[in-house]
């Protein structure tokens, strides 16, 4: 199931977010829930994401990754085709946070248990860091997180 609307790029400085403004009609053509999980393509790029509710206002979040790989900027008037998605959402965990998670009793469910953004988030935290120390010390604080409250 698609839809296709045509929207403009908008940054809110309030918050330092870029986003996409989407018509309530094209959320309810793809589904009954309030936040689907969608494929969002714009100018030849395709992306993964979950529409934001805002009350009655519903939005793409549209990050400088994407802007750049899309070629767009806010203030562009863009055409997006949305597309329902249903493919199950994955994070590959990399093997020194697989390895620390599995040491600790209670932090692999806990991990599992997480959204896939949160997941997402996790492994990004990890995967960043630039020296071994700072990985070693993320890796720790976020098993300590999921096993310490």
């Keep these: 199931m698609k839809t296709t609307f045509t929207t403009t790029v908008v940054k809110n400085d309030q ?3 870029t986003g996409l403004p989407v018509p309530p009609e094209a959320v309810a053509a793809l589904s009954t829930k309030k936040r689907p999980p969608v494929k969002v393509s714009l100018s030849g790029y395709t992306y993964r994401t979950t529409v934001a509710a805002y ?4 939005m793409l979040p549209l990050s ?20 329902l998605d249903l493919e199950p959402r994955t994070v590959e965990v990399p093997a020194d946070l697989a390895a620390a998670l599995a040491e600790k009793p209670g932090a692999i469910a806990a991990f599992d248990a997480l959204s896939y953004t949160m997941r997402k988030e996790y492994v990004r935290q990890v995967e960043t860091a630039k020296a071994q120390e700072t990985r070693d010390r993320r890796v720790a604080k976020i098993v300590a997180s999921l096993t310490e409250g």
Excluded: C, F, I, S
């Design 15 to 17: 918050v330092n977010a």
């Design 64 to 83: 400088a990754e994407h802007r750049e790989a899309a070629g767009v900027k806010a203030g562009d008037q863009v055409e997006v085709t949305l597309e």
């Design 55 to 58: 009350g009655d206002v519903y």
